[in-house]
Structures are given as C-alpha cells and as structure tokens.
C-alpha cells in the first residue's frame, strides 16, 4: 500500500505539473488515488477473513481474491485515464 501512496503522490505532482485542464487534473489525480482506496479496502478484507480463521476455505480464497482483482481493476483503469488523457 506504502508503494502505490507514492506512486499516486508522485502521479498528483505529475498532473499539476502537465499543461492539463482543470477537469483533466482532477481526473487523473481521483483514479491515481482509487487505487489506494481499493488496497485499503482489500487489506480491510483479508484483516477480516485472517481474523476469523487462519484455517484454508474456499470462501476465504474467493474473498481475497475478489479485494485483489478490485486492486487490478483500479490500476488497470488509472491508466487507461491517465493514456487517455495524455494521448488525446
């Protein structure tokens, strides 16, 4: 999580940086950020699925397995925004 707190930090500094408009900024900075919400949330859920049972279950596999496909999403979506806005 540590990692991807930079790389959106680094990404925001990057956006004022770049000769973007308002709403393009704004863009680019929220979807760099998601994907520090969705490692927060992903963590969020294998604390809980850890806290409850240290025991392999299939329903504990689905879960982190979902939390992290929400991380692969986010990244996979920042940048496509940040190629789309960049590209035109």
């Given at each position: 999580?540590?990692?991807?707190?930079?790389?959106?930090a680094?990404?925001?500094l990057l956006?004022?940086?770049?000769?973007?408009?308002?709403?393009?900024?704004?863009?680019?900075?929220?979807?760099?950020?998601?994907?520090?919400?969705m490692?927060?949330?992903?963590?969020?859920i294998?604390?809980?699925v850890?806290?409850?049972?240290?025991?392999?279950?299939?329903?504990s596999?689905k879960a982190k397995?979902?939390?992290?496909?929400?991380?692969?999403?986010a990244?996979?979506?920042?940048?496509?925004?940040?190629?789309?806005?960049?590209?035109?």
């Open positions: 999580m540590r990692q991807w707190s930079i790389v959106a680094l990404a925001t956006a004022f940086a770049l000769d973007l408009s308002g709403l393009e900024r704004a863009v680019v900075i929220a979807f760099s950020w998601n994907i520090v919400l490692e927060l949330a992903n963590t969020a294998e604390t809980v850890n806290r409850i049972s240290e025991i392999p279950h299939d329903l596999k397995d979902i939390g992290s496909a929400m991380v692969l999403f990244i996979i979506l920042a940048l496509a925004v940040w190629l789309l806005v960049l590209l035109g």
